[in-house]
């Protein structure tokens, strides 16, 4: 049962039926935190027409490469990857990443980092007590660096400890 679960990390799903999708954003309504990391197995028009993932994918960009540019608004999730120590998150190269049309003014969803000048890496949302993370390319290295870099452990550990709510637990 999700009610003993703190977060749901949905890593390269392709879809869900709708009845499973309620009773998973009934949950992060109710504080839990939802990841949502991408992948080539997603049915982008299914992730399409989430209303609780209010975001346009057009598909998957898979020519160049380009680093994290994290938000220029300080955020706590994102703090610790500002430093100089920890900055090799922003210096990983992604080559492949779902193009996702940056949120308008009256979308809940806001940008934490780019995918250098491109398109929206990052993103979250509060869905009542919980919140989203979408992250719009694969913790795989198919698709980019990061898995082969030393603060691939930590990233992993801070976004997973900002969807609890647990921030600073061991």
């Known amino acids: 049962p999700l ?7 949905l890593a390269n799903l392709t879809r869900l039926p709708r009845e499973t999708w309620e009773r998973v954003f009934e949950f992060v309504r109710l504080g839990g935190g939802l990841g949502v990391i991408a992948g080539d197995a ?15 994918i057009d598909g998957t960009r898979t020519e160049g490469s380009a680093s994290l540019t994290m938000s220029p608004r300080d955020h706590r999730l994102l703090e610790k990857f500002k430093s100089t120590g920890l900055n090799a998150v922003r210096m990983s190269l992604f080559n492949t990443w779902l193009k996702v049309e940056p949120p308008g ?37 198919g698709w980019n660096e990061l898995p082969k870099s030393f603060v691939f452990p930590p990233f992993v550990y801070e976004l997973v400890s900002h969807l609890s709510g647990r921030r600073g637990m061991p």
């Open 105 to 141: 003014p009256e979308n809940p969803m806001q940008v934490l980092a780019r995918f250098g000048e491109e398109g929206p890496a990052l993103l979250e949302r509060q869905l009542e007590k919980g919140r989203i993370l979408f992250f719009a390319s694969s913790m795989e290295t």
């Open 42 to 56: 997603m049915d982008l028009e299914h992730f399409n027409s989430l209303p609780e993932i209010p975001l346009r």
């Open 3 to 9: 009610e003993t679960d703190d977060v749901i990390l």
